[in-house]
């Protein structure tokens, strides 16, 4: 076995593709919702190092959402949703994975367990995270994964409407569905 201090690393980087979806998805006490994130432009990068002696990779990246950009498919929802995340005040929302190590793999699929810090509304939270990276289709690849987290956890208060007759849940849940592009 060779000493992984002397072990060459091969460097991957994946280019996130505008295809992506990033979705918040919740519940009130009468109904669901999910608001997506459009008009993301792509861009953000994310690194695979591949130690090949080891068939080992680990990941890492950033993903930068702009919260004006949310888009709950209700005016009003929508409104409501970016007055919760304090879009003004912090227009943006970012999700780093870290150190993303695969776990284990089939023919079309490595699975991925690490953690993910999200940024909302100026609050981070690390968080424990398994994704899903699905074989390639030419240069393209996807990486899949959901992780529940609580408006609370970034001490902000789920929406109440109409006198209380409406109330957001706390829990939520953020799904995404990245379009990678191998970079030359």
């Known amino acids: 076995m060779l000493n992984p201090k002397t072990e060459v690393a091969e460097i991957k980087t994946w280019r996130i593709d505008s295809a992506s ?12 919702f999910r608001c997506e994130a459009t008009k993301y432009q792509g861009g953000g990068l994310l690194k695979e190092t591949v130690y090949p ?20 498919f209700n005016s009003i929802m929508t409104k409501d949703f970016r007055e919760t995340l304090q879009f003004e005040d912090h227009p943006t929302i970012s999700v780093r994975f870290i150190n993303l190590v695969k776990e284990s793999e089939t023919i079309n699929q490595q699975n991925l367990r690490g953690e993910v810090e999200i940024t909302l509304a100026g609050v981070s939270k690390i968080y424990p995270i398994s994704c899903a990276f699905l074989a390639k289709n030419g240069k393209k ?9 609580t408006f609370t956890d970034f001490k902000l208060d789920p929406p109440v409407k109409f006198l209380g007759t409406i109330k957001v849940k706390d829990s939520i849940k953020v799904n995404f569905a990245l379009v990678l592009e191998e970079q030359s």
């Open 53 to 72: 002696e080891r068939n080992v990779s680990e990941w890492n990246g950033v993903i930068i959402l702009h919260t004006a950009h949310f888009d709950c």
């Open 141 to 149: 690849a996807f990486l899949t994964g959901e992780r529940k987290l």
């Open 21 to 32: 979806v990033i979705e918040i998805a919740g519940s009130t006490n009468i109904s669901t």
